[in-house]
């Protein structure tokens, strides 16, 4: 794989010593039982050629030579029966130059221990994916459940900590990006059972202010989590905005057109 191995040697010399995690894309159901045509995220197949689904890699650079740890699905009779032929753990040493390959299930497991004594590390989260929470949902949280991304706020943080719980961490230092969806355009979508400042919004201010009064209140479900820990004393928490949204000035309530209007205004 001669492309992969020489976009991670041009990586390599710009970073010279740190780690790269980068994320493939994922299966999108058409329902349940049939999907639509995968198509591979653009910079996991520059980095890598790995055309499967549900895979990592990590690639370690140290003075300029990268190393890749590649996480694939491990190889399984009964599915490929329904799903196709997969590579597997040793497709990837064999014919994807990988300097090591894992289960994809192990990534949790094998990370900690393949960054340690790395200073900086390089990532790009995986966007929104009901997938990534989805084995710590509980019966009960069916309620805050209305978006296809994922659960609302105040369920995803104690879920979080559910699986902070059980990973161990102890005392060692740890850095979480984590990305909430409780608050996103159309704010007409928040279901009338978790309306709760105005039940019949009139406006879009109105229905932004029922969003992001979920948003506040999944805030300090998240600093109780923390205190219940006693972690809220040892942690620096940074909270900011994904991206702004037009609220009807100048007319527009579009993000698009948003920015030119402004800009167009100080021109």
């Avoid at 990268?66 to 990837?92: S, Y």
């Avoid at 990532?123 to 991304?149: A, C, H, L, N």
């Avoid at 905005?241 to 100080?266: C, F, N, R, W």
Wanted: hydrophobic share 35%; net charge negative.
């Amino acid at each position: 794989m001669n492309n992969s191995t020489e976009a991670r040697k041009n990586l390599a010399q710009q970073i010279r010593n740190g780690a790269v995690l980068i994320h493939s894309g994922n299966i999108v159901y058409r329902n349940n039982d049939t999907w639509y045509p995968f198509r591979q995220d653009s910079n996991f197949y520059y980095l890598t050629e790995w055309p499967e689904p549900e895979a990592h890699a990590v690639i370690l650079i140290k003075d300029s030579i990268p190393e890749l740890h590649l996480f694939v699905q491990d190889r399984n009779e009964e599915m490929e029966t329904w799903e196709g032929k997969r590579i597997g753990q040793e497709g990837a040493l064999e014919k994807y130059s990988a300097t090591k390959a894992y289960s994809f299930n192990d990534y949790q497991k094998e990370l900690p221990n393949l960054l340690k004594g790395v200073e900086e590390v390089f990532f790009r989260d995986r966007g929104f994916v009901m997938e990534t929470v989805k084995s710590y949902v509980q019966d009960d949280d069916s309620p805050y459940i209305w978006r296809s991304w994922g659960p609302e706020d105040n369920v995803f943080f104690k879920r979080f900590f559910d699986y902070y719980d059980q990973q161990g961490f102890g005392d060692k230092p740890m850095f979480f990006s984590l990305i909430t969806v409780a608050s996103h355009f159309p704010f007409s979508s928040v279901p009338e059972h978790r309306r709760l400042l105005y039940k019949n919004p009139q406006s879009i201010h109105e229905e932004y202010a029922n969003s992001i009064h979920l948003v506040d209140k999944g805030i300090a479900v998240f600093f109780d989590e923390l205190k219940k820990r006693g972690l809220y004393d040892s942690s620096i928490v940074i909270i900011t905005s994904d991206h702004t949204i037009p609220m009807g000035e100048h007319g527009i309530y579009q993000q698009g057109k948003a920015v030119l209007a402004v800009v167009s205004h100080h021109i």
